[in-house]
């Protein structure tokens, strides 16, 4: 045993060069690559042993997933570039700026993604061929390239389809569509562990495998990214050039490399006689893919689709009549990336020369300033730090500049404003999350057309010229001592900041109060929602410092009041001042629920809030008794069945005792025109005999004017009511589909839209914008001694729409709190 461990120590030291000696991953794996599904573990381990036998390959981990799998990436080149790899690494962010220096570097950096989407598996099989040809048959490409190769964005859902597949399939495998192993069970194998796509959350950065990612992708800065996926059985394969629109921060080049790059994939294609198809589809706007991201960070970013993904197991019969076996999908993927790097490594140069142009600043003013509440600009930079985008704080306390959007003042207070200077690296990605409305050339478009990071964020946001005294560091506010003879504390309430600090306290059992009117005491004044924490009502005698620690730990600003006799409104023994209980709270999922919807709610309460659900299948639902629960949470769905007239009935019921059911976006249909919810659709009337006459070609286009494609309008907010407490009395909400209500003729019409709908960004087609028309967008409904809450923009959408999720808590704890002795 001894002897083999030195052995094998010797064989790490002396590695091998002679290609011969590598063991492809079918020798590895101990089975012809393509006849089973890899698990994660062993990708790992092939990728491993390359970097132990081979002076080629270098293999690290970036971190773990939710589920503790190995994170990884290797480094792939030649053996002389391995010995100078940092130079490499430096000389490249040299000529971004990112690093200071000169550099003329002249070697190309390839990054390969594989399995993103976990159900899409052939994609880290291709990943272990790729780099086994590279590291022999195609060997002197990296003589002049770095290729990186991540195997498995996300392993947990990779392993989710692979241990499913294994557990059903047939053996030998069945190509028939009908069989159980081409029929993937909810919640599928495609996202990560929180249900969150993984490929739109490159630049929110809500998820854990996204974070870890950008620290090495910013180490690297690529200027090639390829994102391998997979699309239905029945579409062969696509590459580059990407489908219209482009971004118009997309420059000449970056169009045209990536045609050459797919030009040359074609070639490949071409020489064996495979399908494939560019242009369609797949476009280039969204930021928060993993082919614009990269392309709005100088690379050639590009998505590569091939037929597949969670249908088709080791084999199917497609509709065109051949069978789509794993070991074709893997070739095609393997191809792709090998010409791909071939390329790459033909215009290593260019590509570097071409890198450091897209780095050259085109912005005619100075700074971005960011300003609104410190919480919420606190957030901001906790985003920017994700990106290495570099931003200061103003020490100016007036300042003048243009409102991006003109809802704003032009002269505004900058007292420690977030101040974002124009002149760095990455100021083009900057543009894009800034800009007030991304030029569009089709509505034609695969995503969301606008995300304003300052409107996502509840902040107002300038452009300023000139220049800006600025600090460092923001002064976090920290609690220093109890004032003796404190009555109590209060704090405000205006972000998810103070909803963290609210989700601690309950969970700590500490009495909080908020208050239902505004207030002024001891000459200072408090909004609607204001956080009240008397002495009266918690007795413990670590009282005190609990709060404080809990206020330190959140920087919240905490006002200690030395009497409850106010100035003016409420003084704090008034019943207007509410105490927040404690929820039980229910969610549910499974095949009637949108699993992305439910993905980010079970994401919110565990990484956001921090505060405990029960999630439930909608199925068992029948079994359960609600009587446990004080809310229940329908995210987006389609509860038909589940609802049926005798559960629907005993659900009111429950609502009448009580309850309180928040229903989200498509759930709402479930109570559309039901005895007693009070939802009505609205409807746009259609001529349909001028319909008939368009052209079938012409359809497609026809449609968009019914769509809205992820636009942000400024609604109305009745800020008096619970739901709305920490809000202005006006809101930027992101609309993800044109589904629109009335508003709601007996209960509280809370955010709404009125006459003519107030577009600030995005795409809304003409009909779509009748139909939104004083339509509703939050509301509360009472329903004898309980409530039901719709929300029919998701204001959880992907987790990034940050200054909508006060309205989400506010539903959860503000909104028609009642003790719970109704039980
Ligand atoms: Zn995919």
């Known amino acids: ?444 478009t695969y995503d969301i057309t606008s995300w304003n990071l300052a409107l996502a964020h509840g902040v107002e946001a300038y452009t300023v010229s000139g220049n800006i005294n600025t600090q460092p560091k923001e002064n976090p506010y920290s609690q220093k001592s109890v004032e003796t003879g404190t009555v109590g504390y209060i704090a405000k309430w205006k972000s998810m900041t103070d909803a963290k600090f609210l989700a601690e306290l309950l969970q700590n059992k500490i009495n909080v109060r908020a208050t239902t009117k505004p207030f002024k005491i001891e000459n200072k004044s408090y909004d609607r929602g204001s956080l009240i924490l008397t002495k009266t009502n918690n007795r413990d005698s670590n009282f005190d410092s609990l709060v404080m620690e809990l206020a330190n730990k959140y920087h919240i600003k905490l006002a200690a009041t030395q009497t409850s006799f106010s100035d003016s409104g409420t003084d704090f023994g008034s019943p207007d001042i509410k105490k927040i209980n404690t929820q039980r709270i229910a969610v549910l999922r499974g095949d009637e629920v949108s699993s992305l919807s439910y993905g980010s709610i079970w994401h919110f309460f565990e990484q956001e809030l921090n505060y405990p659900i029960i999630s439930i299948d909608a199925q068992e639902l029948k079994k359960i008794d609600l009587k446990d629960y004080d809310i229940l949470i329908l995210p987006s769905g389609s509860y038909s069945k589940i609802f049926n007239k005798k559960k629907l009935s005993s659900l009111s019921d429950w609502i009448k005792n009580g309850g309180k059911l928040i229903a989200m976006s498509s759930a709402l249909s479930t109570f559309e025109g039901k005895k007693g919810f009070g939802l009505e659709k609205m409807k746009v009337e259609k001529d349909s005999t001028q319909n008939n006459l368009i052209a079938y070609a012409e359809r497609e286009r026809e449609r968009t004017k019914d769509n809205i494609t992820g636009a942000i309008f400024n609604i109305k907010v009745d800020n008096t009511h619970p739901l709305a407490f920490g809000y202005d009395d006006s809101y930027a909400t992101l609309k993800t589909s044109s589904a629109a209500y009335k508003y709601l003729n007996k209960g509280f019409n809370v955010a709404y839209i009125e006459d003519t709908p107030e577009r600030l960004s995005g795409f809304a087609g003409e009909k779509a914008l009748e139909k939104i028309s004083k339509s509703l967008v939050f509301g509360e409904q009472r329903l004898g001694r309980g409530s039901i809450i719709y929300m029919v923009d998701d204001v959880m959408f992907r987790s990034f729409w940050e200054n909508g999720k006060l309205f989400f808590v506010n539903a959860l704890f503000m909104v028609n709190n009642r003790s719970q002795t109704f039980k």
């Not at 086994?132 to 389809?161: A, C, H, W």
């Not at 028939?176 to 069970?185: F, G, L, P």
Request: aromatic share 14%.
């Open 1 to 444: 045993m001894k002897y083999l461990f030195t052995l094998v120590l010797l064989v790490c030291l002396f590695k091998l060069s002679n290609a011969q000696d590598l063991q492809s991953p079918s020798e590895f794996l101990g089975y012809p690559i393509g006849s089973e599904f890899t698990r994660h573990h062993q990708v790992i381990d092939y990728f491993n042993y390359l970097s132990q036998i081979s002076p080629l390959a270098t293999f690290s981990s970036y971190g773990q997933t939710n589920e503790r799998r190995t994170l990884s990436y290797a480094v792939i080149t030649s053996e002389e570039n391995h010995h100078n790899l940092e130079g490499i690494r430096k000389n490249n962010l040299k000529q971004t700026g990112i690093l200071e220096g000169d550099s003329s570097p002249e070697i190309a950096i390839v990054w390969l993604s594989y399995n993103v989407h976990g159900n899409e598996a052939s994609s880290a099989e291709a990943s272990m061929v790729t780099a086994f040809e590279l590291m022999t048959n195609q060997k002197s490409m990296l003589d002049n390239t770095v290729v990186i190769i991540d195997p498995t964005v996300n392993p947990d859902g990779r392993d989710r389809y692979v241990n499913w597949y294994n557990q059903v399939k047939s053996s030998p495998y069945t190509a028939y569509q009908d069989a159980i192993e081409h029929s993937e069970t909810w919640p599928g194998g495609r996202p990560n562990h929180y249900l969150f796509d993984l490929n739109r959350d490159w630049m929110w950065a809500t998820q854990i495998e996204t974070q870890q990612r950008l620290e090495i992708y910013n180490q690297w800065m690529p200027h090639v990214h390829v994102d391998f996926h997979e699309q239905s059985i029945n579409s062969p394969y696509y590459f580059a050039p990407a489908a219209k629109p482009f971004h118009k921060t997309i420059t000449d080049f970056q169009k045209e490399f990536q045609t050459q790059i797919g030009k040359n994939n074609a070639k490949a294609f071409d020489d064996k006689a495979w399908s494939y198809f560019t242009r369609e589809r797949f476009d280039l706007f969204y930021p928060s893919y993993g082919d614009t991201y990269p392309t709005f960070n100088g690379a050639i970013g590009m998505t590569y689709e091939q037929a597949g993904s969670g249908q088709a197991g080791l084999g199917v019969h497609t509709d065109e009549g051949y069978e789509l076996t794993l070991k074709d999908r893997i070739k095609h993927h393997v191809q792709s990336g090998l010409s791909t790097v071939k390329t790459s490594s033909e215009n290593a140069k260019r590509l570097n020369s071409e890198f450091e142009n897209y780095f050259k600043n085109t912005v005619d003013f100075d700074y971005y300033v960011l300003v609104g509440e410190k919480s919420k600009l606190n957030t901001l930079t906790k985003l920017f730090d994700q990106h290495d985008y570099d931003y200061q704080f103003s020490k100016e306390e007036k300042l003048k500049g243009k409102p991006i959007y003109s809802t704003a003042k032009m002269s505004f207070d900058a007292d420690q404003a977030l101040v974002v200077p124009t002149n760095q690296p990455k100021s083009k990605m900057l543009k894009v999350l800034l800009e007030v409305d991304p030029e569009l050339s089709t509505p034609l």
